[in-house]
């Protein structure tokens, strides 16, 4: 299995609202990672779990809250959004977090509106 | 700090026409390379990848780069462009002294002609 999985694929949600995507991954990569993606941007790095360990956090607001709870999975927790949070919310894996052949693989992405 | 510059934000080719995208890195070190296409609405895939040896790197769907050190450059090519290759583009740097993380350039965007 060579896919990183993510949920849902749409999300339409309101400033106070709470939800969750998620992303799962069975290749037995041991460093996962979230990216949003405004339209006609390149993927801009949010966290990185290294391990199930947070890594990296590019100074993301705390209104984004990321969580590992294994290995192969990966949540990115969502409250009080604002309308500029809207973009592709994209995740992926890679076999370790540094060294060689080590390619990121991505999911489809989690395309999320917020009102 | 690293950086990707793609020079291209959009090219047109015609249907079985040769394909060049641009890519220029800068980085202190040798650097692991990476090109992606992302279509529509979807999730990046990658095409290729340099990490050392060969210069010369294929990849999937007829793609191939080649990393020229002396130009900083890591050019994406093709020989015969079909429709579906219309899509978004992006060249990557990967950091290998720490942490491997990726800075993208900012895509260019593949726009195919009958």
């Known amino acids: 299995d060579t896919e990183v999985t993510q949920t849902p694929k749409h999300l339409v949600m309101g400033m106070t609202n709470k939800k969750s995507l998620k992303c799962e991954q069975h290749?037995?990569?041991?460093?996962m990672y979230w990216y949003k993606q405004k339209a006609k941007k390149p993927p801009e790095l949010m966290f990185v779990?290294?391990?199930?360990?947070?890594?990296i956090n590019e100074s993301v607001p705390s209104r984004f809250s990321p969580e590992c709870p294994n290995s192969s999975l990966l949540n990115l927790h969502l409250h009080a959004l604002q309308p500029e949070d809207s973009a592709l919310y994209l995740c992926?894996?890679?076999?370790?977090?540094?060294?060689?052949?080590?390619?990121?693989?991505f999911g489809p992405g989690t395309r999320l509106t917020v009102l | 700090a690293q950086s990707v510059t793609q020079p291209d934000i959009h090219i047109t080719v015609s249907e079985g026409a040769s394909l060049e995208l641009r890519c220029n890195y800068s980085?202190?070190?040798?650097?692991?390379l990476f090109w992606y296409v992302q279509s529509p609405g979807q999730g990046l895939q990658l095409l290729l990848k340099?990490?050392?040896?060969?210069?010369l790197v294929q990849g999937i769907k007829g793609f191939e780069a080649e990393f020229k050190r002396s130009q900083s450059s890591f050019n994406l090519r093709k020989p015969s462009v079909h429709w579906s290759d219309a899509a978004e583009y992006f060249c990557?740097?990967?950091?290998?002294?720490?942490?491997?993380?990726?800075?993208f350039g900012k895509g260019t965007m593949l726009l195919v002609s009958p």
């Open positions: 992926a894996s890679s076999q370790h977090q540094q060294g060689d052949n080590n390619e990121q693989f």
């Open positions: 290749m037995g990569h041991r460093a």
């Open positions: 779990y290294s391990y199930e360990k947070l890594s």
């Open positions: 980085y202190g070190a040798t650097p692991y």
């Open positions: 340099y990490f050392s040896g060969d210069t």
């Open positions: 990557a740097v990967g950091d290998h002294s720490g942490y491997s993380t990726l800075t």
